[in-house]
């Protein structure tokens, strides 16, 4: 023997040097399998976190059923019928009344019609708000955006019924200066032209 090792001590060097690393293999395995199973557990975490993410962003696409409950959702809407009554009622009140001119009846047509397709802007959003999958937003903040367009509904209404009066209280007084004018005429003893 060359490196002062017998045979026998040679294979037994060997046995011993195949065990370590057997054992080696089994730590190496250990480790392997509690990285594997560390990354495993962080992917899960990590899908976890997302489908957390994933299912929190789903819930804003979700209206809450009290949302859609809520009173002021039904009073936007009838505020917008009132406005839409008020309109037809004004403008065949003004048509009959033989106060107004084609131009200015035509004028009552178009302030009307602005406002009614700016109704009809605020009632999209509020569909936006309270359907399924439109937007993304918590409860308050659906709350407080159907809070602003009954605001802003109201303002609606209110307009028209100001410039409704208006334009009444503007044909009830031609038409009695017209009256007056008549009545003056008669008592004048002039006749009408």
């Known amino acids: 023997m060359q490196n002062g090792f017998s045979k026998k001590d040679t294979k037994k060097y060997l046995l011993q040097q195949i065990a370590a690393l057997q054992v080696y293999i089994g730590y190496a395995k250990k480790g392997y399998n509690i990285a594997k199973e560390g990354l495993n557990t962080i992917g899960g975490f990590t899908r976890g976190e997302f489908n957390l993410h994933t299912d929190y962003f789903n819930s804003l696409k979700s209206v809450n059923p009290e949302v859609k409950r809520y009173v002021k959702v039904a009073e936007i809407i009838a505020l917008q ?79 028209s019924q100001t410039f409704s009066n208006d334009a009444r209280s503007l044909g009830a007084s031609r038409l009695k200066e017209k009256s007056d004018v008549q009545t003056s005429r008669v008592l004048q003893g002039i006749k009408n032209e």
């Open 81 to 159: 019928i009132k406005i839409v009554q008020n309109y037809n009622r004004t403008y065949r009140q003004l048509h009959n009344s033989d106060a107004f001119s084609g131009e200015e009846l035509s004028y009552v047509g178009r302030v009307f019609s602005r406002l009614l397709n700016d109704c009809d802007k605020t009632l999209d959003e509020l569909i936006a708000i309270t359907t399924d999958g439109k937007l993304e937003m918590k409860d308050d903040e659906r709350m407080a955006r159907i809070d602003r367009l009954y605001l802003d509904m109201q303002d609606k209404f209110t307009f």
